[in-house]
């Protein structure tokens, strides 16, 4: 039988208006709701054929420019269909209007694939009339698509980068600025000609990698394991001291790393982990953190990371294997960072669990959805095996039904079956329009060569200082981040800022994870803090204060990339070993990672006590700043500064905790 959360701990009118405030603050949830049933059959059996379509690729793979522009032209199409031009606008039909583009975007990859042949060989990829028209419509189509389901930010910075080329030849511009003349075919055909423009690696990771991972979370999703995650934390931490807390920390994480949309985690999860929060005693604003926090970091956690992964793999040719396991010791050390203030704000408001009786049993647990765990450990195998990543993920989709078939409870129907299939293709779609919009500015950087000015001008602001370089990069990612999704934020930072890096001799790698973790929690840092706002309307908190509480509670992950660039072996990489290209690395010594993650995790958990201020019992100022400074020494990688930080925090933790005792003592006795 299947578990459910017992009726006390049941989730309060406060989460009623969940969609509401997801539409508030997620563009993306935005979406028409047809009463004609007709319409909604033709979007899903659609939505289905463009996942079939997929599926089918991954084992007969087509040309590259097909493949992806056809990947960019059904996916926009359905944009056109399921997205409205505006939040106000009638939702339950869709205008003419956009009958009419969703033709005309089908009709750029047909163009396509009618005139390939003569584009590739005939005419050698140099652009006719037609040609730039055609592109001209594509680049038009792309950017509407992108405000309907993003907001405008991402379209203006792509017109911006966009304008460039035609205005960089003349003679107001500054001489680093200044480029060759460029004509139409010239940039539009670098757009859509090419696999350098719209149909770029970013649209290459986004159809061969990222919409399979998609997928595999929509038929997850459908057999039920968002309820054993809930249920498994509520089963593992639920009584703990502060449980509910630890529990949201648990479920959301492991949900960001499949479904790596941060602001629907906060508020799919929230709605239920909230107000489990606020009814043992935490107050709004922590509540609202705790979820945001937790829901963001799911991004950087392995296996899976958002689909992020795959497009840095992508990016950097690095395999998705070593991508992986580089980020499994950061984000667990991110998770207890997280989890440790959890669970000393409890001990210092003195806040407990829900009681057992409340709680599913994790016997029961596991009986009724434990095998629903299975895709997930196939999923790693297959990856340790060095399945292709496509091949992997068709394959865990595939396990993912069979498995559901073992109860009753999480049996797949067929309907169930076409609903994931349509259900995934529509939670693609930001996805592949951010990849395809960055796509501009890949190809505009491409033609100009414009990323090595940018380069240069981060390279001159640190003033050969890499602390210097790295802040600036953090800033500019953080900046980007603010206002845009994860992945895009990631693929431009990544264009243009972590090959500044390069230049001080940083691995490919270990620079892409720095500036791909700032721009993830740009989305819990003020003052456009999406994730944190998500949460502040589920509990009724206080936007701000929510989003600089979540900036408190994440502050490990704004720690730990600065480590791993000056310790790379806390990625689990040695970058002194022999390797044979720049994107391979041999295996650190298994002492050093050791003595890494005992070192990172004392002062992870030290770093807690002081900034919740609280161990055994409270720390007074002076006792939070010197235990700060021996966290920090702790986590710094180096021999030294680890044995003066220990004996910091030993000194520090030991007092208190014979404090905490003879205040235990003290109390009592006063009651006896």
């Not at 790698?509 to 993830?520: C, K, N, Q, R």
Request: aromatic fraction near 10%; hydrophobic fraction near 55%; glycine fraction near 8%.
């Amino acid at each position: 039988m299947a578990v459910e959360p017992k009726a006390t701990i049941a989730a309060d009118p406060a989460a009623d208006n969940q969609q509401e405030i997801l539409e508030k603050f997620d563009k993306e949830s935005v979406v028409r709701q047809f009463a004609n049933k007709k319409i909604v059959w033709f979007v899903t059996l659609l939505a289905v054929a463009y996942s079939l379509f997929h599926l089918y690729i991954t084992f007969n793979p087509m040309p590259q420019l097909l493949q992806r522009s056809i990947h960019v032209a059904i996916g926009v199409a359905l944009v056109y269909l399921i997205y409205p031009v505006t939040k106000s606008q009638d939702r339950t039909k869709v205008p003419f209007y956009d009958w009419i583009l969703f033709l005309l975007s089908l009709s750029t990859a047909a163009y396509l694939i009618v005139e390939y042949q003569a584009i590739v060989t005939t005419r050698g990829g140099i652009p006719n009339t037609m040609d730039v028209v055609m592109a001209i419509l594509a680049v038009m189509l792309i950017l509407e698509a992108s405000r309907r389901i993003m907001g405008l930010i991402l379209p203006i910075m792509a017109l911006l980068f966009l304008s460039y080329p035609f205005f960089s030849h003349m003679s107001f511009m500054p001489n680093r600025l200044m480029t060759r003349p460029y004509d139409l075919g010239d940039i539009f055909g670098q757009l859509y000609l090419k696999t350098e423009g719209l149909y770029s690696s970013a649209i290459g990771a986004s159809v061969t990698f990222i919409f399979l991972f998609i997928l595999f979370g929509a038929f997850l999703a459908k057999s039920g394991m968002g309820q054993l995650f809930n249920d498994l934390a509520l089963a593992l931490a639920g009584s703990k001291k502060g449980g509910p807390a630890k529990v949201a920390v648990v479920s959301s994480g492991f949900m960001g790393s499949i479904n790596g949309a941060a602001v629907a985690n906060v508020v799919g999860t929230g709605a239920f982990t909230i107000p489990l929060m606020k009814k043992v005693g935490y107050s709004k604003n922590f509540a609202g953190a705790v979820e945001a926090s937790a829901s963001v970091g799911g991004q950087i956690l392995p296996p899976i990371m958002g689909a992020s992964a795959f497009i840095m793999a992508e990016t950097t040719g690095v395999s998705y294997g070593t991508i992986a396991l580089a980020a499994l010791l950061p984000a667990v050390l991110y998770y207890l960072g997280v989890i440790a203030q959890v669970h000393f704000r409890a001990g210092k408001d003195n806040l407990r669990g829900v009681p057992k009786s409340d709680l599913p049993k994790l016997k029961e647990v596991l009986k009724s959805r434990g095998h629903l765990l299975l895709p997930l450990v196939g999923l790693i195998y297959f990856l340790a095996i060095s399945t292709p990543i496509g091949y992997a993920a068709f394959y865990t989709i595939i396990l993912t039904v069979i498995v559901s078939m073992f109860r009753k409870e999480t049996r797949m129907s067929f309907m169930d079956i076409v609903d994931a299939l349509a259900s995934g293709a529509k939670q693609s779609l930001s996805v592949m329009v951010a990849c395809a919009v960055v796509g501009i500015i890949i190809g505009v950087v491409s033609l100009t060569s414009f990323g090595t000015v940018m380069t240069s001008a981060i390279t001159s602001l640190g003033a050969g200082s890499l602390f210097l370089t790295l802040f600036f990069t953090m800033i500019a990612s953080i900046i980007l981040g603010m206002g845009l999704p994860s992945i895009p934020a990631y693929i431009i930072t990544a264009t243009m800022a972590a090959p500044a890096l390069a230049t001080f001799d940083i691995p490919v790698l270990v620079a892409h994870m720095f500036v791909f973790y700032f721009g993830i929690f740009a989305n819990i840092t003020p003052p456009v803090a999406l994730a944190a706002f998500a949460g502040a309307g589920i509990s009724g908190g206080d936007p701000m204060r929510t989003g600089f509480q979540a900036l408190r509670l994440a502050i490990a992950g704004f720690i730990i990339p600065y480590l791993f660039v000056y310790n790379p072996a806390m990625l689990m990489i040695d970058t002194t070993g022999v390797a044979t290209n720049a994107t391979e690395f041999a295996r650190p010594e298994i002492m050093s990672i050791v003595i890494i993650v005992i070192t990172s995790v004392i002062g992870i958990l030290a770093l807690g006590a002081a900034v919740e201020g609280y161990y055994r019992t409270h720390l007074n100022l002076i006792e939070r700043l010197v235990l700060g400074v021996g966290a920090l020494l702790m986590i710094v990688p180096e021999g030294f500064t680890d044995i003066i930080g220990l004996v910091i925090v030993v000194l520090v933790a030991g007092l208190n905790f014979i404090k905490g005792r003879k205040e235990e003592t003290a109390t009592a006795n006063s009651t006896t």
